[in-house]
């Protein structure tokens, strides 16, 4: 990359001549940046190139030291330094390879005992002009809210009205954090948002650059609006769909309907814990919905048709057997929640027998005939018998 750097003319980048002033580069500079920022070329590739190629031009040439070492270093170059000769000969007639120049790991070295090669020499210059000093696009930050349901809605999915808050470019400097919306590229991190330091024994720790808070960039005149940061707090309402078959306390993860990213970055993602309301009626178990059904001694005795009440459907008519116990659950399949594959899971019916509080003269006499016609069963005796047993 160091080799890249010294083949461009970064004055012609610029547009300004080479005796330029630091005044005449920063004009250009800014103007440039102003055109060809990515929040004001969206999906545009090659003016997102440009960009980089300008901000990696103003990077040297508005640093008097690192412009004096780039325009020693082409003059030297300029002059025939180095270049090779016919048949690949350098000057003095010496075989050498430009990549020796700036790396010396292949063929023992450049020239002349140069060694680890000229790269000592310029590395201060060029590696601040590689990779990092490109800002890189960043992706926006994931949003969480919440959203309360009825249970029916819950079973059924809804869209509903969902207003956010979150951050997003900064409307008044254009995203850019800088008033005249010309950032320069953090020196730091050169343009990465990220450091590296040892760790000890051979490991290094990347973390975000304190200097430009993991941006890569830097204001010089800062926003009053986001004070530099280049994001503000903007609210928006969207419609959000919740599917089918949530549950009380499930988190939905919506893709890319987080805060919006920087630089052309992807948006972050929106994250919705659903609340359920209770249902005066039914229950919920997993796919199961549930519901308890009053039934009459007789109809739990003699046995019979009882209609159970669905949700949002009519009612479906379940068969109790003779003899059947308070407390028993049957099931009718397909009247349940919604699950994933958009089948159904069943309502689970469970029986509760009703004793009237007060009985009429009739009533009471069946009863007593009853209870005198079974006077010798005891329902309890199995009961005692296991509690001695244990």
Request: aromatic share 4%; proline share 6%.
């Amino acid at each position: 990359m160091s080799r890249d750097l010294l083949e461009k003319d970064l004055y012609k980048v610029l547009g300004v001549p080479k005796d330029a002033t630091e005044a005449e580069i920063k004009k250009a500079y800014r103007k440039l940046a102003r055109e060809l920022h990515p929040d004001a070329n969206k999906g545009d590739a090659k003016a997102e190139e440009r960009f980089k190629e300008v901000s990696e031009a103003n990077d040297v040439l508005a640093d008097p030291k690192r412009r004096k070492e780039y325009d020693e270093a082409r003059a030297l170059f300029g002059n025939g330094g180095f270049r090779p000769g016919p048949g690949g000969a350098g000057a003095g007639g010496f075989d050498f390879d430009l990549g020796d120049l700036f790396g010396g790991a292949q063929g023992g070295g450049a020239a002349g005992g140069f060694g680890g090669g000229l790269g000592d020499v310029f590395g201060g210059l060029f590696n601040r002009g590689g990779p990092g000093a490109r800002t890189q696009p960043r992706r926006g930050q994931d949003v969480e809210s919440e959203v309360t349901l009825s249970f029916t809605e819950a079973v059924d999915g809804a869209t509903v009205p969902l207003r956010m808050s979150s951050s997003a470019a900064c409307k008044a400097c254009s995203g850019t954090g800088d008033k005249d919306g010309t950032p320069r590229v953090c020196p730091t991190c050169v343009g990465t948002g990220q450091v590296s330091r040892g760790g000890g024994g051979g490991f290094s720790l990347t973390e975000p650059c304190v200097d430009c808070k993991g941006r890569g960039l830097i204001a010089e005149n800062p926003c009053t609006v986001c004070k530099g940061s280049g994001r503000a707090t903007s609210s928006r309402t969207m419609q959000v769909r919740i599917p089918a078959g949530v549950s009380d306390g499930q988190r939905i993860r919506l893709r890319g309907k987080g805060a919006p990213g920087e630089r052309g970055g992807p948006n972050g993602d929106l994250y919705v814990v659903v609340h359920v309301d209770a249902h005066p009626v039914f229950g919920r178990r997993g796919d199961n919905l549930t519901v308890t059904v009053p039934v009459t001694y007789p109809e739990a005795a003699l046995g019979g048709e009882v209609k159970v009440p669905t949700l949002g459907g009519p009612p479906v008519t379940l068969r109790l057997p003779a003899g059947t116990p308070n407390g028993r659950t049957m099931r009718a399949r397909g009247k349940g929640a919604v699950r994933k594959d958009g089948s159904r899971g069943d309502l689970l019916v469970t029986v509760e027998v009703v004793v009237p509080k007060d009985l009429g003269g009739k009533a009471r006499e069946a009863l007593e005939s009853y209870a005198e016609a079974t006077a010798g069963e005891n329902p309890r005796a199995e009961l005692f018998q296991a509690a001695k047993g244990a």
